[in-house]
């Protein structure tokens, strides 16, 4: 338990320290190293095998943990040193750490070993755990990013027509293999969901223990489908406030429960796809994939945006002359190139997450997109008359005329780039696309050529008959 621990932090574990620990491993000291183990917690301890520097001393402190602490410090440290842990490990070893897990980490975990390894640990829980082998190969069976990939076996439901007496019973039965006990299921006899009643209300209940339990159950309760993509899920339970969420089988039979700690997972994975999408890119591109594979991927967006930014080529070429007139010009376009392509994709992002997180609606595109030109004015005013100002004192002649044009540039440009970022996501969408995908590189290329456009064509025009 946690609360045996001493409260030595992981901040504490540096570099000294993990020269001591390695040290002692090279000596063999293994009482030594298990009495310091005994004292911290098993994520301190996943740090520190996260950061041996070598692989095998990393295994060897792995090696003298006993399998419930194994199992939780696996689940923690870097996929990189899991997968040379899990190389080394024995099949059985495997299996003995994977049974302390629960159901839907000790999936995760076996989902990453490769085939043969897999099946030895599936044929070793087979012989010594029916129950964990055909829970496993269950959750092993849906798609990793849908609500039965994402759920537990583990959950607490009860009979409709049981006393509050009986029901307390069999959750005390079944409490023990449940991590998080926040509500307990309530279902027929064929286990068909028929309502659910949170832990508070349960113990307030206790009062009457004859009390019968679809005579206090909530029966407007909310579940999702195995197949429900976990996105979706994620936006379920920040909708609705819930800290946990039972799955359902198309009878609407309970097959499992979700966690808002799997949701957390979710939400963090789902926010790093779609940045690394926003850059062209995967988020788990260097973990992976090879260097010809990573770019494979990138070529391609990488060489439409060149192409979109040789347009820029031209605009600059056709406008030789005022440049060469005005060398100044040509130290201002990649500023105003720059601030621009970065305010259409802040402007993007935040689209982007409101659609995933559903506080966007498609249907009313002109809220937005209304919210974010009022935005952009403010930023395009701040910016513009800042930039002016830096173009006057910069100048050597035509100092209000080369002010205005920098200035009015600069507005123009940012607010042309915040209607594009705004509006470019939420068009992908109900196109069919992605728009993480979609919004990134285009957008900053666009911008790039439209900014350049703007300050070209607002200079000549000013400073033509001036120069």
């Known amino acids: 338990m946690a609360s045996d621990k001493k409260n030595k932090s992981v901040l504490e574990v540096d570099s000294e320290f993990l020269d001591d620990i390695s040290g ?10 298990k009495n310091i183990i005994a004292d911290l917690y098993d994520f301190d301890i996943a740090v520190i095998v996260d950061n041996l520097k070598e692989d095998d001393d990393a295994f060897y402190l792995f090696s003298l943990l006993n399998d419930e602490t194994a199992a939780e410090v696996l689940l923690e440290i870097s996929e990189d040193r899991r997968e040379f842990i899990t190389e080394q490990l024995g099949g059985q070893k495997l299996s003995d750490i994977v049974s302390e897990m629960y159901s839907d980490d000790a ?25 964990d082998y055909h829970e496993v190969k269950e959750l092993l069976s849906y798609d990793e990013n849908t609500a039965g990939g994402i759920m537990g076996k583990e959950y607490v439901a009860v009979h409709e027509n049981k006393t509050v007496s009986e029901a307390i019973r069999e ?54 489908g195995a197949e429900t993509d976990q996105e979706e899920v994620a936006k379920i339970f920040q909708s609705y406030d819930l800290v946990s969420l039972p799955v359902v089988d198309s009878e609407n039979r309970v ?12 939400i963090e994975e789902e926010y790093s796809e779609n940045v690394a999408r926003m850059a062209g890119t995967d988020a788990e591109e260097l973990e992976k994939k090879s260097p010809f ?23 600059i070429k056709s406008h030789n002359e005022i440049i060469e007139k ?61 930039i002016g100002v830096v173009g006057y004192l910069l100048s050597d002649a035509d100092k209000f005329l080369f002010s205005v044009s920098v200035a009015s540039s600069m507005f123009i440009s940012i607010n042309i780039a915040g209607f594009v970022g705004t509006m ?44």
């Open 326 to 386: 005005v060398i100044l010009l040509a130290a201002f376009m990649p500023i105003i190139s720059a601030i621009s392509g970065n305010t259409g994709l802040q402007s993007a992002a935040i689209v982007v997450r409101a659609i995933d997180t559903g506080n966007v609606n498609i249907s009313r595109w002109w809220e937005p997109l209304l919210r974010q030109f009022k935005t952009n004015l403010l930023i395009g005013s701040a910016v513009g008359i800042t």
């Open 171 to 224: 959750i005390q039965e079944k409490a023990e293999d449940v991590d998080q006990l926040y509500n307990i299921w309530v279902v027929d006899d064929v286990n068909r969901l028929k309502g659910i009643i949170s832990l508070k209300r349960f113990i307030i209940a206790l009062k009457n223990p004859d009390l019968i339990i679809k005579e206090i159950m909530n029966q407007d309760v909310i579940s999702v």
């Open 24 to 33: 002692l491993i090279h000596e063999r000291s293994d009482a030594a190293l």
């Open 424 to 467: 470019f996501p939420m068009l992908s969408k109900k196109l069919g696309f992605d728009p993480a995908i979609t919004s990134g590189p285009f957008e900053t290329a666009f911008q790039d050529v439209i900014g350049i456009s703007i300050f070209m064509a607002i200079s000549t025009y000013l400073l033509t008959h001036s120069v």
């Open 255 to 266: 097959i499992g429960k979700i966690n808002i700690d799997d949701i957390v997972d979710v």
């Open 293 to 315: 594979q990573i770019a494979k991927m990138r070529l391609p967006w990488l060489l439409i945006t060149l192409f979109i930014e040789l347009i820029a080529v031209f605009v």
């Open 107 to 131: 999936t995760d975990i076996v989902a990453e070993l490769d085939t043969d390894k897999k099946e030895e640990v599936l044929e070793n829980l087979d012989r010594h755990d029916r129950e």
